[in-house]
């Protein structure tokens, strides 16, 4: 017997129904989006914590057990459970941000507001209530009100946040003491030991001064499970005020001291970033073509490499600075060095039980988390 040979129409008009199902499917996300919502205000108007753990733990269980009924993939399920998830706690996080009304009547300056991050808390404290003023040369087509020169304001704002580059910002603090302003002045530093001079200057002149460091990219939406780092630099008054500014979302916020910041961001940053950029840097070198490799690539190797591009897209500049502005990033590479080193001869000699302690070194260490 013959298989008929289906026909164009026959794929069209398949490709036609999956076209609907998806716009229905997006209809139902918006209404699921509408209920989220309506819920995150409830929840806000009761005075509970926009997450809920258990509730969400609920929810996947649900969807898994219902994909099992519909002989549908539950690891696929819980996946999409979660991605919807995440999707209604940015809704709930970013009204709740809204209604608190933090910034009312308020004015902030952002120095340096054109860049990515700078962007990020014009948009986060726009949101609050706060009056945005923006002082960059590059501010061209910002959405907010802008000068060029920071030293031509009055610097009469609530909040004046530095958000540029390392070593820019480190001339700003210092400039700033002088003028002594009023307000609270934070930088959002991805290092602190290069700018210890322009916060102590701050401190000596009055200035109620903090220093903060969000640990996520200015992309973020949702801020749970998001770190901010606040480093008190004598002014406990300012890095209560900067606290303040995330009370209503969902960010974990630490306190460390200066020293403690830098020698761990060397780890955390450093050493990751130089990790991955050594890793294209070998790849690069290689003479291997990439699209050879996308085609013979392992699990492994996509997520290593998904992780490495995300990197090499990131400012150049400012990953230079991350690296060769820590004095305790010495220390974080000698320890790749060695540990590469290791490596290498424990597979040049053929020592595999040494390869083995490797391996085992490291996932003792990360059990131990």
């Not at 398949?14 to 929840?43: C, H, M, N, P, V």
């Not at 014009?122 to 209530?129: E, I, N, T, V, Y």
């Not at 909040?159 to 480190?170: D, E, G, T, Y």
Request: charged share 25%; with cysteine.
């Amino acid at each position: 017997m013959t298989t008929p040979v289906p026909s164009p129409s026959e794929l069209s008009d398949l490709r036609g129904e999956l076209a609907k199902l998806d716009e229905s499917l997006l209809r139902i996300i918006a209404e699921r989006q509408a209920i989220a919502g309506k819920i995150g205000r409830i929840k806000a108007a009761m005075g509970r914590s926009t997450r809920d753990y258990a509730q969400e733990k609920e929810v996947v269980g649900r969807v898994r057990r219902a994909a099992i009924d519909l002989e549908l993939d539950p690891n696929f399920a819980e996946q999409l459970s979660l991605l919807l998830i995440r999707a209604s706690l940015t809704i709930q996080e970013q009204d709740r941000v809204q209604s608190s009304a933090e910034g009312e009547g308020r004015k902030v300056l952002i120095i340096g507001g054109a860049g990515k991050m700078g962007r990020w808390f014009a948009r986060f404290l726009h949101s609050q209530g706060f009056a945005v003023e923006i002082a960059d040369p590059a501010g061209g087509g910002i959405e907010f009100p802008h000068f060029d020169d920071w030293r031509a304001s009055p610097l009469d704002h609530d909040f004046i946040v530095v958000a540029a580059p390392l070593r820019k910002s480190a001339e700003i603090l210092e400039q700033l003491a002088p003028r002594a302003p009023k307000g609270i002045v934070f930088d959002v530093g991805s290092l602190k030991t290069p700018l210890r001079r322009g916060l102590k200057n701050l401190v000596d002149a009055g200035v109620r001064v903090t220093s903060i460091h969000p640990m996520f990219g200015p992309d973020t939406e949702l801020l749970s499970g998001r770190h901010i780092i606040f480093v008190d630099v004598g002014v406990p008054e300012a890095t209560r005020r900067a606290h303040e500014l995330f009370a209503s979302t969902m960010a974990v916020q630490v306190e460390m001291d200066l020293d403690s910041h830098d020698r761990t961001v060397a780890y955390i940053l450093g050493l990751s970033h130089a990790l991955n950029i050594a890793f294209l840097a070998a790849l690069a070198e290689s003479g291997e073509q990439a699209e050879r490799l996308k085609q013979l690539s392992s699990t492994t190797f996509d997520a290593q490499l998904e992780v490495a591009r995300r990197v090499a897209s990131e400012n150049p500049h400012l990953y230079f600075e991350i690296q060769s502005l820590n004095q305790y990033n010495d220390s974080a590479l000698a320890g790749l060095r060695s540990a590469v080193a290791c490596l290498s001869a424990a597979v040049g000699s053929g020592d595999e039980a040494e390869f083995i302690s490797l391996m085992e070194r490291g996932a003792a260490y990360v059990a131990s988390q």
